[in-house]
């Protein structure tokens, strides 16, 4: 279950009737993050009129978590547009600030939707995105005549080998791809590996 993320944040500005609409968006991984980033932008533009947000967090077909706040425009006309877009866009792990500076003349609630919309989409189209693949992490018991073979054949489904514990056995953790997983897995099993969790 492969997505597009965000490599690196970017800013961007678009202007309807006269308001300006400050764009940042970028890779986020945790609420705290986001938060902490949306205090830097309020410190930025202290005197904007408002601050909406939209998070996804995780796969947007799944999203771990996801939000959006239209910060006192009308209710739906901001975040929630926002957010659509990413997901209809197919980016997670991504957030999305959109500062408001009022340029005097009312938008109306379409063409504030249209208006948050469209500076999330002017920021969609300047960033440069990645595929991210989620990892599967696992625990592989093995004798330690096995150990070498376990370490080649994880490198060879594009994985790493973590710390390994040696008792009467070798322990050892691995993470990789999750769309390696199965073609390894039953590699190990016919081998006579054990896996754990």
Same mark, same amino acid.
């Given at each position: 279950?492969?997505?597009?993320?965000?490599?690196?944040?970017?800013?961007?500005?678009?202007?309807?009737?006269?308001?300006?609409?400050?764009?940042?968006? #970028?890779?986020?991984?945790?609420?705290?993050?986001?938060?902490?980033?949306l205090g830097q932008i309020r410190k930025q533009?202290?005197?904007?009129?408002?601050?909406?947000?939209?998070?996804?967090?995780?796969?947007?077909?799944? *999203?771990?978590?996801?939000?959006?706040?239209?910060?006192?425009?009308?209710?739906?006309?901001?975040?929630?547009?926002?957010?659509? +877009? +990413?997901?209809?866009?197919?980016?997670?792990?991504?957030? /999305?600030?959109?500062?408001?500076?009022?340029?005097?003349?009312?938008?109306?609630?379409?063409?504030?939707?249209? /208006?948050?919309? #469209?500076?999330?989409?002017?920021?969609?189209?300047?960033?440069? +995105?990645?595929?991210?693949?989620?990892?599967?992490?696992?625990?592989?018991?093995?004798?330690?005549?096995?150990?070498?073979?376990?370490?080649?054949?994880?490198?060879?489904?594009?994985?790493?080998?973590?710390?390994?514990?040696?008792?009467?056995k070798v322990t050892m953790s691995?993470?990789? *791809?999750?769309?390696?997983?199965?073609?390894?897995?039953?590699?190990?099993? /016919?081998?006579?590996?054990?896996?754990? #969790?």
């Amino acid at each position: 279950m492969t997505y597009q993320i965000p490599s690196s944040p970017v800013v961007s500005e678009t202007e309807e009737k006269k308001s300006r609409f400050i764009c940042w968006l #970028g890779p986020v991984t945790d609420k705290a993050a986001f938060q902490h980033q949306l205090g830097q932008i309020r410190k930025q533009y202290p005197d904007a009129s408002h601050y909406c947000t939209a998070l996804v967090i995780g796969n947007p077909a799944n *999203p771990d978590m996801m939000q959006a706040d239209d910060d006192g425009e009308p209710g739906g006309s901001a975040g929630r547009p926002m957010l659509e +877009l +990413l997901l209809k866009q197919g980016v997670g792990n991504v957030g /999305a600030i959109v500062t408001r500076y009022f340029g005097g003349t009312k938008l109306g609630v379409g063409g504030l939707m249209r /208006a948050y919309r #469209g500076s999330v989409g002017a920021a969609l189209q300047a960033v440069s +995105l990645e595929t991210f693949v989620p990892l599967q992490e696992v625990s592989v018991r093995c004798d330690f005549a096995q150990e070498s073979r376990l370490r080649f054949l994880v490198a060879r489904h594009q994985g790493n080998c973590g710390q390994a514990d040696y008792a009467n056995k070798v322990t050892m953790s691995i993470s990789l *791809p999750q769309d390696q997983w199965q073609s390894l897995s039953e590699l190990l099993l /016919a081998e006579g590996f054990e896996l754990q #969790g």
